[in-house]
Nanobody
């Protein structure tokens, strides 16, 4: 069982920055993919940024150039640095981590953290 704990959300003014963190813990595991998603009421959850074990990244068009995903392997933590925030970035942000525990695949989600961009 792999647990994810998110932190770093909050209220920020337009143009401001926030950094989200997601720490993975639990059974001995190997991480393959890490990602951040977001969801607003009435809409589907969407991928914001993804990071594969190879180091390759992908971003939603709406956040390219403003958001950066990164990881600290020693801490099993994935980060989302969000700059130049806009009101339309307001959402609940979720991290997702997938990989293996021994011979078993896992796919875990964080509890979500609210990000509100407003003046």
């Amino acid at each position: 069982q792999v647990q994810l704990v998110e932190s770093g959300g909050g209220l920020v003014q337009p143009g401001g920055s926030l950094r989200l963190s997601c720490a993975a813990s639990g059974s001995i595991f190997s991480i393959i993919d890490m990602g951040w998603y977001r969801q607003v009421p009435g809409k589907l959850r969407e991928l914001v940024a993804g990071l594969r074990s190879s180091g390759s990244t992908n971003y939603a068009d709406s956040v390219k150039g403003r958001f950066t995903i990164s990881r600290d392997n020693a801490k099993n933590t994935v980060y989302l640095q969000m700059n130049s925030l806009k009101p339309e970035d307001t959402a609940v942000y979720y991290c997702r981590v997938s990989g293996t525990v021994g011979a078993t695949d896992f796919d875990s989600w964080g509890q979500g953290t609210q990000v509100t961009v407003s003046s």
